[in-house]
């Protein structure tokens, strides 16, 4: 087959996995084809963890089909037995020839031995190396969550051009529109936590839920035609602002703060998708002036031990890493913002800039902060899109290695 139809293929496999983001965790979100006579013959995504991955899934639907055909896979196929056995000997068995990768897996348990262990087997490995930008964009939360066991955080805002998210009275709807709001719940259709401070739950009351119904058509149309992302053309990016989720889930709701006033009937405890993070101390103080906290909510509570913010931030990482979240919106409150950049954890800033000027009132994050220019945080990867008349910015903390590991 040509170069170009290698890249069609491979395009596919991402457009799988893109849209299986948000379901996956803590597994990466993998997409697969599989091809015979340059013709796509079947295709899978990777299944809810413990669930088949997407060279299984694509080798399912294919059945005989599979036998001396190529697969383009989105990842390099794992070569261990873990909640499932490995791909590589499900392709081997399959029949498949020839597999098409765009890098391969950061996880120390395969990199590179899923390619030994398929090339071992007379099977011609491609490595796609103009494909591995997009990789990049889909797996820089894997990457973190594996190599450094830790959820990836990516902090969205709202604010005016000089930089405030709410006026002098807190007042804060809207300051971006519908055409911002919309991408920001298809964004919390492919996280698997959002986080708020618990100003934030008692002056907003948010739902924190994906309602993609809850917009009108002309926001719907108006994306249609997908704005153009200027700058690091960004897969992530672009993925969000062209189609809307097919499936997904809400994210886990997260407060860092036990909330003092009772309100059983906030938006927030909807249903029992939710975590409350407090320190032992405060909810042993609580407990014995009887104010109790929220009625109910005991068994959703997550005790910390005491120690600094940064302390804090590292605990909720760390738990949240072991329940499993790859993946987390960090979206209200400066003090909670502030708290996560003094901690070094904030990996993607997504801002929604808007043509207002609010003159004063409350900043993005209320953080440390830096003596000079040269002190302060560089970001990297830098992609820019127009949602009508607002800008959305986005950037990353870190460069990602674009190498093949």
Known sequence: MTDENNRRFMELAFATAFRRLGNTSPNPPVGAVIVRDGEMVAQGGTLRCGSSHAEVAALEAAGAASRGAEMFVTLEPCC?????????????KGGIHRVHIPMLDPNPLVAG??????????????????????AADIYRSFKKLILRRKPFVI????????GRTATTSGDSRWITSEYSRYI????????????????????????????MDSFDDHVRRFFEDPPAVAGRNNF?????????????????????????????????????????????????????????????????????????KRDAVVQ???????RGVMLILLEGGAALSGSFFD??????YMY??????????????AASGFATIGESLPLHDLSYAVLNEEILCNGYRDVYSFEMV
């Not at 909720?316 to 072991?322: G, H, K, M, N, S």
């Not at 901690?343 to 993607?348: A, K, L, N, P």
């Not at 004063?360 to 994050?365: C, D, F, I, R």
């Open 343 to 348: 901690s070094g954890e904030i990996d993607q």
């Open 184 to 211: 920001v719940h298809r964004l919390r259709a492919k996280v698997d936590a959002v986080i708020v401070g618990k100003n934030t739950l008692l002056r907003d009351n948010p739902a924190l839920t994906v309602r």
């Open 113 to 134: 031995k899923g390619v030994a262990a398929l090339q071992a087997a007379g099977i011609d490995v491609v490595f796609m190396h103009e494909m591995r930008h997009r």
């Open 236 to 308: 992530f990016i672009a993925s969000l602002l062209r189609e809307d989720p097919a499936e997904y889930r809400d994210p886990c709701r997260i407060v860092m703060g036990m909330p003092e006033i009772e309100d059983a009937g906030a938006r927030f405890f909807s249903d029992d998708n939710y975590i409350i993070f407090e320190t032992k101390e405060r909810l042993d103080a609580m407990s014995r002036s009887a104010r109790g906290g929220t009625p109910g909510i005991g068994r959703n509570v997550v005790p910390l031990r005491g120690g600094t």
């Open 352 to 365: 929604f800039l808007s043509p207002r000027i609010a003159g004063n009132g409350l900043p993005v994050m």
């Open 316 to 322: 909720v990482l760390e738990e949240l890493e072991r």
């Open 80 to 92: 261990h037995y873990g909640k499932t056995p490995p791909c590589t000997e499900a392709i081997i």
């Open 155 to 162: 902090h969205k805002c709202a604010m005016t051009m000089d």
